[in-house]
């Protein structure tokens, strides 16, 4: 069974600080690790995933993500927030590298981020 | 590219009543949709997976007979909540997926929210 954790239901940071949001995941398989992010009224966007090779994953707008097997996490970070970062982010975890018929995609509860000028 | 969308973004309605929910992939031909649902503060949960032409696939505990899909386009998909009760109150979220270099990314949609009176 898989599932994830997004510590902290809201974040908040002020403009030009960094950004970090915490992601735990449980797998009894190797994961495929995934963030999304919902900006208000869009679907949800794919931020960066983490499949196989390199741990440390970089993604759009700057975000990246370090799968750490050690601690089973893959949290994301930001070395400094911008206004337009202010959005929903989602973790989620895969059997498969898409998360697709072949293998669900877990999600976490998510994290709400704002970005305080 | 690779946008879809969903109608209606709100619905209010009826206990008793039916609702249908289309999801559509604006500008790729999608194999396979998913529909999932996201409670409040909670994480989206994946209710079924339909392949265009045959019939869904949903997960435990979703009753096939509430929660009608229909694929029977490439590009539509639909999703109709029968006997609404105040209970099937939620946000539904619908993401399609094609091949693309081999794997299958899923495209989400912005979703739809439900409250049924």
């Known amino acids: 069974a898989q599932s994830v954790t997004q510590l902290g239901s809201h974040v908040s940071v002020s403009e030009g600080a960094l950004v970090l949001l915490r992601c735990n995941y449980s797998?009894?398989?190797?994961?495929?690790l995934f963030w999304y992010v919902q900006y208000p009224n869009q679907g949800l966007q794919l931020l960066l995933k983490?499949?196989?090779?390199?741990?440390l994953v970089k993604g759009i707008n700057g975000f990246e993500a370090e799968f750490k097997k050690s601690e089973t996490s893959f949290h994301l970070t930001k070395p400094s927030a911008h206004m337009s970062d202010a959005a929903e982010y989602f973790c989620a975890v895969s059997r498969t590298p898409y998360g697709g018929s072949q293998g669900n995609l877990i999600f976490g509860k998510g994290t709400k981020l704002s970005v305080k000028p | 590219g690779a946008v879809v969308s969903q109608h209606p973004s709100r619905v209010i309605c009826k206990s008793g009543t039916s609702v249908k929910i289309e999801c559509r992939s604006l500008d790729f031909q999608a194999t396979t949709m998913f529909w999932y649902r996201q409670f409040p503060k909670q994480s989206l949960m994946l209710m079924a997976t339909s392949n265009e032409g045959s019939k869904a696939t949903y997960e435990q505990g979703v009753e096939k007979d509430k929660f009608l899909i229909n694929h029977a386009s490439l590009t539509l998909s639909t999703l109709t909540v029968t006997s609404a009760h105040p209970e099937d109150s939620s946000f539904y979220i619908c993401s399609a997926s094609f091949l693309a270099g081999g794997g299958n990314e899923q495209f989400f949609g912005p979703g739809t929210r439900l409250t049924v009176l």
């Open positions: 983490y499949t196989t090779g390199a741990t």
């Open positions: 797998s009894s398989v190797p994961p495929y």
